[in-house]
């Protein structure tokens, strides 16, 4: 699963259990003050829940960031090096189109 992917899971994971806990709790056939003591578990648990999602996106993140920064720097290297050939290229080209005019001029003055 890719980085991006795992970090959209793990939150729509720890979203969705939110919301069935909290279902749950509001249509289980419990005594009201049970319910109320479920419900308030569940409240104080969500700070908890929520730095847990946070600290897995910073994680994310920072993979992220690094697979990037790996990527980008192997990118730049290949394209310095596709550049440099592509000057050698044409300097040699350069050189061997001097090299066939300069014959021509040369067959243009010795012939009649």
């Keep these: 699963m890719s980085n991006k992917g795992s970090g959209v899971f793990i939150g729509g994971l720890m979203l969705g259990t939110a919301i069935g806990t909290l279902t749950g709790l509001l249509i289980a056939p419990r005594k009201g003050r049970e319910t109320r ?65 300069n014959l021509e001029n040369v067959d243009s003055l010795t012939q009649p």
């Design 37 to 101: 003591k479920l419900l308030q578990k569940s409240a104080n648990a969500i700070p908890e829940v929520a730095e847990d999602l946070s600290t897995s996106l910073h994680i994310q993140a920072d993979r992220i960031y690094h697979h990037t920064r790996l990527n980008l720097g192997e990118t730049i290297e290949r394209l310095q090096l596709a550049i440099a050939a592509g000057v050698d290229a044409s300097q040699r080209e350069k050189q061997t189109l001097k090299q066939e005019n």
